[in-house]
């Protein structure tokens, strides 16, 4: 079984921290994902990877950086956390070619910006 | 660009009742469709997928068929169980490429009772 794991489930910070969430895959794939879920509005992509030290912008990347250094490992970065980032945060991977639709999520990472 | 809008939840119903969950999209050519489940306290996996028009996703008594001329991939299921109670979402992909990005639906709690 393909497995996504997340730092933590829960996370509470303070306005202005740096905050970083972490994700490892165990299934050697090339492509991860970061997306944020808030209610009404559905899983939004904020950044994607699919090789070692390579990023993609998604469709809300201002406020968040990413890094891979390793293949199995994908930080997402809050370098100044704000409220409006209080959301839950899913991380997924993936294969390269003509199986990349099929995502594998971790649970999630609910984080509070207070 | 690409969306999906799906029908408002919470969508409740009674132990073996019929299920619809209504999905829509808007893309250019020819794109792949997905739903995929999120159980409370877990992270989002794929239920089913059509990869071209006509085809038929099922998986676990859950069906769904690619209608393009209706630009629809209803969900539906004919008895439902209480452990089918979870948020569905509607997602597509343009394509089956490098870092094939998902586009979802605001997806739609189902609950279930006895």
């Known amino acids: 079984d393909v497995k996504v794991t997340q730092s933590s489930r829960y996370l509470v910070k303070r306005t202005g921290e740096k905050v970083f969430l972490e994700c490892v895959q165990d299934?050697?794939?090339?492509?991860m994902f970061w997306y944020r879920q808030d209610p009404g509005l559905g899983l939004r992509l904020i950044y994607f990877?699919?090789?070692?030290?390579?990023?993609e912008k998604g469709d809300i990347p201002e406020g968040y950086s990413v890094s891979r250094e390793k293949k199995e490992r994908f930080s997402l970065i809050l370098e100044s956390a704000s409220t409006n980032q209080t959301s839950m945060y899913l991380c997924?991977?993936?294969?390269?070619?003509?199986?990349?639709?099929?995502?594998?999520f971790g649970p999630g990472t609910r984080l509070t910006v207070t | 660009g690409d969306s999906v809008t799906q029908m408002e939840g919470p969508v409740t119903l009674s132990e073996e009742a019929f299920l619809t969950i209504n999905c829509t999209y808007t893309?250019?050519?020819?794109?792949?469709l997905f739903w995929y489940v999120q159980y409370p306290g877990e992270g989002l996996q794929l239920l089913l997928k059509?990869?071209?028009?006509?085809d038929k996703g099922s998986n676990k008594g859950f069906e769904a068929t690619y209608r393009k001329e209706t630009t629809s991939f209803h969900l539906e299921k004919g008895s439902v169980q209480v452990s089918d109670s979870a948020v569905y979402f509607c997602a597509l992909t343009p394509y089956t490429g490098t870092a094939s990005k998902l586009t979802f639906g605001t997806g739609t709690r189902l609950q279930v009772t006895l």
């Open positions: 990877s699919y090789d070692v030290k390579m990023k």
């Open positions: 299934m050697d794939h090339e492509n």
């Open positions: 059509a990869t071209k028009a006509d």
């Open positions: 997924a991977s993936s294969l390269l070619g003509t199986a990349s639709y099929e995502q594998y």
């Open positions: 893309a250019t050519g020819y794109p792949s």
